[in-house]
C-alpha cells in the first residue's frame, strides 16, 4: 500500500508574491500587440481631448487673441449669462433635446431590433450579404449621404416627389429641405438609415455568447421564435444594451454636427440650429472665442451630470453601470 508523501519543510516555505509592478509589466509584455492596436485612439484623444482642457479658461476671460490665454483679463460668468440671456438660447435646447431624444427613442431599439433578426438568419451567405450592405452606410460621409438624400427629395426630378404626384398625394412637388416641419423627420430617418447597421455589431457580439443548448431546450419545452428572442436572447444582452443606453443617454446635449450643419439651411435655421452648430457658428464664423466656449463647457457639464444620473438609475435596476 502506498501512503502519501509527506511534503519536507523546504517545499511549505513561505513564497512571497510578485511585486505588482512586475505583475503589471510581464501582463502589458504578454499584450503588448493589443496595446499597439490602442495607442492612435489614445494618441488621438490626448492631442484632441485632453491637451485643450486648460483652454475652457477663456469661457471666463475677455479673451484676445493679442493677449494670450493667461493675460487675457478675467471676466466672471459675463459669457454664461450672455448665453443664458441669448435670443436663440430656448430654441437652441429645444432643437438640441427634441431631436436627440427622438433620435434616441428611434435609434436606439432599431439596432436591437435588427441585431435579433440577422440571429435567425441561418443562411449563412445571405446573412452576410445582408449585414454587409447594412454596414456600408457607416462608411460614407455626412456630405454624400445627404448630398444623396438632397437629389431623392429634390423638386426638380427628385425620385420621391415624383411618386408622391403619380399617387395622387401631392399635387405640386413639396420642398422638403427648405421646410421646417419636414427637418426633424429627415435628421431621425438620415440618422437611422446610416447607423442601424454598424450600431447593430456590439449586439451580435453579445448574441455570440448565447449557450444553444437553452434554445435546444426550449424548443423542446415548445418555445417559438419569438419566446427565444423575449425570455433568452434579450437577457443575455441586456448587460450591453444598459451600458450603450448609459453613453446614448449622456449624448442627449450632443447633437450630430456634421449632419446638423448641412441640413441647416437659413430657411430651417428655427429647427435645425443646435448647439453644436451654434458653438461653431459663434466660435469660428463670428469670432466670440469666449461665449462659444462657455456654451461647449455647459454643454459638457450637463452631459457629465446626465451620464453620471443614467448610471444611476441604470444601477438601482440592478444592471452593471460604466462604474
Known amino acids: 500500500m502506498n501512503l502519501p508523501t509527506i511534503p519536507d519543510n523546504q517545499s511549505l516555505k513561505y ?14 509584455l504578454a499584450q503588448k500587440y493589443l496595446f499597439l492596436m490602442l495607442l492612435p485612439g489614445l494618441i488621438w484623444y490626448i492631442i ?18 493679442s493677449k494670450g490665454f493667461f493675460n487675457s483679463p478675467w471676466a466672471g460668468f459675463k459669457y454664461f449669462d450672455q448665453f443664458f440671456n441669448g435670443f436663440f438660447f430656448w430654441a437652441l ?6 431631436l436627440s431624444l427622438l433620435k434616441l427613442c428611434i435609434g436606439f431599439p432599431a439596432p436591437i431590433i435588427l441585431a435579433l433578426l440577422f440571429n435567425e438568419l441561418h443562411h449563412a451567405k ?38 408622391l404626384m403619380n399617387f395622387g398625394i401631392a399635387e405640386k412637388p413639396i420642398n422638403f429641405l427648405s421646410t421646417s416641419k419636414y427637418i426633424w423627420p429627415i435628421a431621425v430617418f438620415t440618422d437611422l438609415w446610416k447607423s442601424v447597421g454598424y ?12 449557450n444553444p443548448e437553452l434554445y435546444e431546450a426550449s424548443m423542446i419545452d415548445g418555445a417559438g421564435r419569438l419566446k427565444q428572442a423575449v425570455h433568452i436572447t434579450l437577457p443575455v444582452i441586456r448587460p450591453t444594451i444598459a451600458i450603450l443606453f448609459i453613453f446614448a443617454s449622456g449624448g442627449i446635449f450632443s447633437s450630430n454636427f456634421d449632419q446638423m450643419y448641412i441640413l441647416g439651411s437659413p430657411p430651417v435655421l428655427d429647427v435645425a440650429e443646435v448647439i453644436d452648430t451654434y458653438i461653431y457658428r459663434i466660435g ?19 452631459s457629465l451630470l446626465l451620464l453620471i444620473g443614467t448610471n444611476m438609475v441604470v444601477k438601482a435596476m440592478g444592471e452593471g453601470g460604466i462604474w
Do not use: C
Open 126 to 163: 445571405f446573412k452576410r450579404t445582408i449585414q454587409t450592405i447594412s454596414y456600408l452606410p457607416h462608411f460614407i460621409s455626412w456630405v454624400i449621404v445627404l448630398g444623396i438624400f438632397f437629389r431623392i427629395l429634390s423638386t426638380d426630378g427628385g425620385i420621391f416627389n415624383r411618386l
Open 48 to 65: 484632441f481631448a485632453y491637451i485643450p482642457m486648460p483652454g475652457v479658461i477663456i469661457a471666463f476671460k475677455e479673451y484676445s487673441l
Open 15 to 28: 513564497r512571497e508574491p510578485k511585486p505588482v509592478s512586475k505583475k503589471l509589466i510581464s501582463k502589458l
Open 93 to 98: 435646447i429645444r432643437n438640441t433635446v427634441v
Open 199 to 210: 450600431s447593430s455589431i456590439i449586439y451580435l457580439a453579445s448574441i455570440s455568447n448565447v
Open 284 to 302: 469660428l464664423q463670428n469670432l466670440q472665442y469666449s461665449l462659444s466656449t462657455a456654451a461647449s463647457l455647459l454643454r459638457s457639464v450637463i
